[in-house]
């Protein structure tokens, strides 16, 4: 991994404020972002909290060379659940490690809602990453009508064991869990600090059940549903979050950079 850090055993739980760029921004724009986002950064040399930067897969490369020797982190939106092939269109977790890239996004509700992205697909993306060394960053929450109706902790436990549940405990080290409420996403509307604590203490919970103590205690959970430069100290000093995944508002350097100035 090139900057030797945020993978292999996540050995103790580490902060994260990782931005989605979802589909957004020309080649242009996209380096702009990278270029003010390290200006902003400068010469940071601690190892935590962890910034990481998902780009759509044509500037992740970009993203690979401006912060290669920054303690900065690439992530991918999306990984193929095959590991090569005839597959048009697809990009495998080995071709995203040979470059370096870290992290991988991996069900997103977005991916969930307009590409019939099944738990059982998500579990094969979960595993192509993990044999290829790209640490998952697995997406999990409600819809408002599930909340609505009380159902919001059977259906993060639904999500969360059967895409994650088949791996050992030392696969499951290698990974980030990411609560984000989808009534939540690009709405506005954000989970109250204790909304998020509530569902991030029920994921430790799962963990140490399946799992062990360790296991629990250590897995970074982060929360994401418009987070911004205002909600975003008060989400992160709830003791079971431990930073956020960012859509809109990792667009803005500015913003961006305050948010993971937030612990
Ligand atoms: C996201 O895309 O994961 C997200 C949380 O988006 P937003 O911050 O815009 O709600």
Not at 211 to 228: H, P, W
């Given at each position: 991994m090139n900057n030797g850090f945020g993978f292999v055993n996540l050995d103790m739980r580490k902060k994260i404020v990782a931005g989605n760029w979802k589909m957004n921004l020309n080649f242009q724009e996209a380096e702009e972002i990278f270029e003010s986002i390290i200006d902003l950064y400068g010469d940071e040399d601690s190892e935590n909290p962890i910034m990481i930067i998902c780009p759509p897969y044509p500037f992740l490369e970009v993203g690979t060379d401006l912060t290669d020797e920054l303690k900065i982190c690439i992530g991918a939106q999306d990984v193929s659940s095959?590991?090569?092939?005839?597959?048009?269109?697809?990009?495998?977790?080995?071709?995203?490690?040979?470059?370096?890239?870290?992290?991988?996004?991996?069900?997103?509700?977005?991916?969930?809602?307009?590409?019939?992205?099944?738990?059982?697909?998500?579990?094969?993306?979960?595993e192509q990453l993990l044999e290829n060394d790209v640490c998952p960053i697995f997406c999990c929450g409600e819809q408002l009508e599930e909340r609505q109706h009380g159902k919001e902790f059977e259906v993060v436990k639904s999500q969360i064991s059967e895409s994650l549940f088949h791996l050992s405990k030392d696969e499951i080290e290698n990974l980030v869990i990411a609560y984000e409420p989808v009534w939540a996403i690009g709405t506005g509307l954000t989970a109250t600090p204790d909304q998020a604590e509530e569902m991030h203490a029920f994921i430790?919970?799962?963990?140490?059940?399946?799992?062990?103590?360790?296991?629990?205690?250590?897995?970074?959970?982060?929360?994401?549903?418009?987070?911004?430069?205002?909600?975003?100290?008060?989400?992160?000093?709830?003791?079971?979050v431990d930073g956020g995944l960012i859509g809109g508002a990792s667009l803005s350097p500015d913003d961006f950079y305050h948010i993971y100035k937030s612990f």
């Open positions: 095959h590991s090569g092939g005839a597959y048009t269109g697809e990009v495998s977790a080995a071709m995203l490690d040979s470059m370096d890239v870290e992290y991988c996004i991996v069900g997103h509700s977005e991916r969930r809602k307009h590409f019939n992205e099944s738990s059982a697909l998500i579990k094969e993306k979960v430790r919970k799962l963990l140490k059940e399946k799992y062990d103590e360790k296991v629990a205690e250590n897995m970074s959970i982060l929360y994401g549903g418009s987070c911004n430069v205002k909600n975003a100290r008060e989400i992160f000093s709830k003791p079971n």
